[in-house]
Nanobody, 115 residues
Framework: QVQLVESGGGLVQPGGSLRLSCATS????????MYWFRQAPGKERAVVAF???????NYAGSVKGRFTISRDNAKSTVYLQMNSLKPEDTAVYYC?????????WGQGTQVTVSS
């Protein structure tokens, strides 16, 4: 069975940091790109960052320079290090594998940036 499970969300003050993790199983993790998406209330789900199977990364302009995506193939886990957080980063963050189907999304983890 395919599973993607996010963790690490929570409440943080503006300027703070948070590290999200997404532990996966049920597919050959090292063969696929991995993505982080986020969705705020009233907004469409949007890509935040991705990392290819070869380690090439890209970021949405709004997070470039503040967020870092990485992967540990030995642990089948993808991470999102979030620094200098802003209130507009508040959203549910979702992990996604580069495969089509609802099984390749995590359940989401809430990130709230507020003083």
């Amino acid at each position: 069975q395919v599973q993607l499970v996010e963790s690490g969300g929570g409440l943080v003050q503006p300027g703070g940091s948070l590290r999200l993790s997404c532990a996966t199983s049920g597919f050959t993790f090292s063969n696929y790109a991995m993505y982080w998406f986020r969705q705020a209330p009233g907004k469409e789900r949007a890509v935040v960052a991705f990392i290819t199977s070869t380690g090439v990364t890209n970021y949405a302009g709004s997070v470039k320079g503040r967020f870092t995506i990485s992967r540990d193939n030995a642990k089948s886990t993808v991470y999102l290090q979030m620094n200098s957080l802003k209130p507009e980063d508040t959203a549910v963050y979702y992990c996604h594998a580069g495969l089509v189907g609802p099984a390749y999304w995590g359940q989401g983890t809430q990130v709230t940036v507020s003083s």
